[in-house]
Each structure stands twice: as structure tokens, then as C-alpha cells.
């Protein structure tokens, strides 16, 4: 079986729960896939798509995604739809916003990832490189047909970050150097920045110094591929450390330019090698880029504790008001959460508190049955039935729900 068909056979048979969401026949489906003709490059590509499992809910609002672009898609789609699923929608974690991804599978490797033509792997002739180069026609292919494909067909929100590894992680950064604004945040692993006797490394030295990266993020992960101390690798001369060694040296490049406004971090694995690298590097990618994304801890614990004072709404209002400066787009407090939590407090009886709760939802969404019957039980829970009776009508406008018709049944006067 190819790579291509069986790639294809994963996205629909993986046993993995995440991504489209659906059980079939006793199995998980991961994701979708979906086509796409370019004329660019001349070919059909092959697309694996990840979509949240709310994007049909429109409840509150309808939800709109930040989009990872994932090169070597047929390596790293199962493992990367699978972190995001558990980070941002299992046992109500939110340390990540729910993101779509586009995993896009190989055709020729070397052609789209590298952006220069060389035949030398290592100071030795490679054969296997002659395609070699075609790395800015593979950008002009995302930028001009798969992003505006992606962007009219699915719920997206104005964020892109680009993934890559190895010759991936060359074009994520060779994408940040040259096309800058393609991507809000992008991260490379384990670049392969020894590429064409290190040409895009060289650049980089005076793209980092001269130009500026406001509202973009980096981050690199550095794999341990030389098996030895760092301070050995930066010594040696040999073909052995030089992959290694590049990119040690592209890290000093990005710290003696902390002035250019990049939002930068690295890390070093020194157990992991260039092929368990990924994973590792991918968790804690995300976890830099959205570490402003979880509301803090001891707001969290005001919020949900119903023997504290005045609850923080204010406090909470503004974290998501920063959050969306960060991110470049407006991201409310979910809605669902909201209303968990204003339930939880009525429960408790700190109506008051809930109420407070239920109004930052009705400010936010105003095109939402559920705020409007949440109000409702607060005020049946008031024992104000004619209050309750109102927002229940309200909520029936936008929503038929056999839940509030009885709800509000139960409270009209009796014959």
C-alpha cells in the first residue's frame, strides 16, 4: 500500500476519538478528506481536514476555528488532531481554543519543502534531491488556492498557524523569513536549516535584524540528533553535528534579535532524536503560543466557588478582551461554560451570582435561546414567574425546545 492510500485508509478507518466526531460501524473517524485541484503545482492534492465537534452548534453563535496547516500530514495528522482534542475540549479543559486542522500529505517531499535546488545531502551528491526547490511555488499553492479553498468552505477564524518537521520545519521557516504575514504563529521542529550549505540560515541573519515580526510567534524544537552535550556539537566540524548544529546556531540568530518584536521560544530534548521529536515539541508549541489562553486559576476557583464574595465577571470580561488583543480576533467566554456555571451557583443557592453570569452571557450572544432561558431560571428559581415567563418567550422566538415550552407551562396560571 502507498502513503497516499494509506493515509487516506486512516482518516477513515483510525481508531482515535477526535476529530469529525462520528462513530461508524463501531469505529472512530478521525477527519474527512477532501480535494483540491491546483493549478499552481499542477495536480490534484489530497487534504486531511479536522473539525471540531461544535462547529455544528449554533446555540450561542456560530463558532468560528483557528486553522493549523500541517505539513508531512500523512506523519503527524492522528497525533496532532488527537493533543488539540484533549487540550481544548475533554473534561472541560480549555488550555487551547479549539482549532481546525488542514493536513496536507505528501506528493513529492523534497520538491514542495525545500526552497532552493541543491543535489548535496551532507557534502555528499543525492540523486534523490534533482526536484528539489520548489518550495515557494508549494507556498504560493497554500497562500493562493488552499487557504481561500479552506476559508470559504469551512467555519474559520483569521488565525493560521503553519506546522512543520524536518524539511517542514525549513519551510515553516523559510514561510516566517520571506512571507511573514502568511501565519500568525508558526512552528519548526527539528529544521532541517543545513539546506543548500546552510543558504536560508545565512539569510536569516539579516531578515532577524532588519525586518519586524509584530503579532507573529516562533517556535522551535531542537532534537538531540547529534547524541552529545550541546557545547560539544557547537565545537565540532564534522557532517555528524552539522544538522544539529544549524540550528543551534538559528536559535543564537533569534536571541540576539529579541528587538524585532517575534515572540520567541526553543526548547532542547536531549532524550528525544529527530524522529520522536515531533510530539513533545508539539505540545509545547502550543502550550507557548496559547499560554495567555486559560483563564487563570484563582479566577477559575472565584468563579466557581459559591461562598466568595462578588464574582469576578469584570476580571473575566477583560481576560477575554486581552486574549482576543493577543490573538487578533474577538473570542468571548464560551457560552456553555457560562451557563454550567451559573446553574452550578443557582444550585447552591448564590442566585445573585448567577445572574451575573447569565447577563455577561446575554451581552455576548444576543442571538442565543439558551441565555434567554437560563435568565428564565434564574427568575423561576426568584419565584418571579412573570420575569421567568418572559425570558422563556424570548428563548421560544429564536429556539423551539420542548424543554422551555414545559418550562413555561409549568408556570402560566392554572385553568
Request: no cysteine.
Amino acid at each position: 500500500m502507498t502513503i497516499k492510500r494509506l493515509f487516506l485508509a486512516l482518516l477513515l478507518l483510525v481508531g482515535l476519538s477526535a476529530g469529525a466526531q462520528t462513530i461508524r460501524n463501531d469505529q472512530y473517524i478521525i477527519g474527512t478528506v477532501d480535494t483540491l485541484r491546483s493549478q499552481i503545482l499542477n495536480e490534484t492534492r489530497n487534504i486531511g481536514i479536522y473539525v471540531p465537534k461544535g462547529a455544528n452548534d449554533s446555540s450561542f453563535a456560530r463558532k468560528r476555528y483557528p486553522v493549523v496547516y500541517l505539513l508531512d500530514g500523512d506523519s503527524h495528522f492522528m497525533s496532532v488532531a488527537g493533543m488539540i482534542q484533549q487540550l481544548s475540549q475533554v473534561n472541560g479543559n480549555t488550555v487551547l481554543p479549539e482549532m481546525i486542522i488542514v493536513a496536507i500529505p505528501n506528493t513529492d517531499r523534497v520538491r514542495d519543502l525545500t526552497p532552493t535546488n541543491s543535489l548535496s545531502y551532507m557534502g555528499k551528491n543525492e540523486p534523490g534531491f534533482k526536484t528539489s526547490g520548489g518550495g515557494e511555488s508549494f507556498l504560493q499553492f497554500m497562500q493562493k488556492e488552499l487557504m481561500p479553498y479552506i476559508d470559504a468552505k469551512y467555519p474559520t477564524a483569521p488565525y493560521k498557524m503553519l506546522i512543520g518537521h524536518s524539511f517542514g520545519g525549513l519551510t515553516v521557516m523559510n514561510a516566517l523569513i520571506n512571507h511573514t504575514d502568511m501565519f500568525n504563529s508558526y512552528v519548526a521542529i527539528d529544521p532541517s536549516m543545513w539546506w543548500h550549505d546552510q543558504k536560508l540560515l545565512n539569510e536569516s541573519v539579516a531578515a532577524f535584524k532588519d525586518k519586524r515580526f509584530a503579532g507573529r510567534s516562533l517556535f522551535i524544537g531542537i532534537a538531540n540528533t547529534a547524541r552529545m552535550d550541546t557545547s560539544r556539537v557547537r565545537r565540532d566540524t564534522s557532517v555528524k553535528t552539522l544538522h544539529e548544529r544549524s540550528i543551534l546556531r538559528l536559535k543564537e540568530i533569534l536571541q540576539s534579535n529579541a528587538g524585532n518584536q517575534l515572540q520567541f521560544a526553543s526548547k532542547y530534548y536531549p532524550n528525544d532524536d529527530h524522529g520522536s521529536v515531533p510530539f513533545i515539541a508539539e505540545y509545547d508549541a502550543f502550550r507557548f503560543i496559547f499560554k495567555n489562553y486559560p483563564v487563570p486559576a484563582a479566577l477559575q476557583a472565584q468563579l466557581t466557588d459559591p461562598t466568595t464574595g462578588t464574582l469576578p465577571v469584570k476580571a473575566l470580561a477583560e481576560h477575554y478582551r486581552d486574549l482576543s488583543r493577543r490573538i487578533g480576533y474577538t473570542i468571548n467566554p464560551p457560552g456553555d461554560k457560562i451557563n454550567e456555571i451559573g446553574h452550578y451557583l443557582l444550585k447552591n443557592e448564590t442566585a445573585d451570582k448567577a445572574f451575573s453570569l447569565f447577563m455577561l452571557n446575554i451581552n455576548n450572544y444576543p442571538n442565543s435561546a439558551r441565555v434567554y432561558a437560563a435568565m428564565g431560571d434564574y427568575y423561576a428559581f426568584k419565584k418571579n414567574n412573570a420575569n421567568a415567563m418572559l425570558y422563556y418567550r424570548k428563548a421560544l422566538t429564536l429556539k423551539k425546545d420542548k424543554e422551555i415550552e414545559d418550562k413555561l407551562e409549568a408556570l402560566m396560571p392554572k385553568k
